[in-house]
């Protein structure tokens, strides 16, 4: 798991891949992003036959991932194209708190702290609303994936960073105007795990090694078990 053992290229995990659409589902995300807050151990029964262990209990080191809730800051529509997808267009939402502006600056203290100020201003005006119901219709139209902008929120975890982590995460379940509409309500509000993993679900995780390491969350093909330690 921990090989090569090198410098990793970025500290965030990258999803290589989403699981696959249901139209029949509910809209819902595929993805969340979490920081590990360190490991214990648990007791748990073995069920594999033709082991020595099966049906015995026996002692497992496991990590404890905490994961504050993220916020939707934006909408992304993708086309397909012979050469795979393509974006097609962005709708950002009104506001977008210092944390996230943040992750935009070399340095904070030193710069204007304009970013967004042009995207935040479509929302005032009659003109800038029509511009976004256009955007958000041609997703309606021409796009086959919509996914949506998160950020992580640094004050709930306690760190002396204050740039918050950026990543887009698929939106899958429902037709596309769902998708749309779906993310469309969830600009700028908070999205806890509940929503996205279920109890005992079988997710994937993948992460940098590197100290206080940040883990990305997969509902992909499931190789490990998440549950609640009690």
């Known amino acids: 798991v921990l090989l090569p053992r090198k410098r990793c290229k970025r500290h965030q995990g990258k999803i ?86 943040r992750r935009f600056y070399k340095n904070w203290y030193k710069s204007k ?16 609303k029509k511009s976004i119901e256009r955007d958000l219709e041609k997703m309606k139209k021409y796009c086959k994936v919509v996914r949506v902008v998160c950020h992580t929120q640094q004050k709930l975890v306690g760190l002396k960073q204050k740039r918050a982590h950026l990543m887009e995460v698929q939106v899958n379940g429902g037709s596309v105007a769902d998708k749309v509409e779906w993310a469309k309500e969830k600009l700028e509000k908070n999205v806890s795990i509940s929503n996205v993993f279920g109890q005992d679900e079988m997710i994937e995780t993948f992460f940098s090694s590197f100290s206080l ?13 998440c549950t609640s330690i009690r």
Do not use: N
């Not at 390491?213 to 992909?220: D, E, M, R, V």
């Open 113 to 128: 702290r304009k970013a967004f100020s042009k995207a935040s201003k479509k929302w005032a005006d009659e003109d800038g």
């Open 16 to 101: 290589k891949s989403f699981p696959k659409d249901d139209a029949s589902q509910p809209c819902h995300l595929t993805a969340f992003v979490g920081f590990k807050a360190g490991m214990t151990h648990i007791v748990r029964e073995v069920d594999r036959v033709g082991s020595k262990t099966h049906k015995k209990e026996v002692v497992e080191a496991v990590t404890i991932i905490e994961t504050p809730p993220l916020v939707i800051v934006g909408i992304v529509g993708y086309v397909e194209t012979p050469r795979g997808l393509r974006q097609l267009t962005t709708v950002w939402a009104e506001h977008l708190s210092d944390e996230c502006k």
């Open 213 to 225: 390491a940040h883990s990305t969350l997969s509902a992909t093909e499931p190789p490990f078990t």
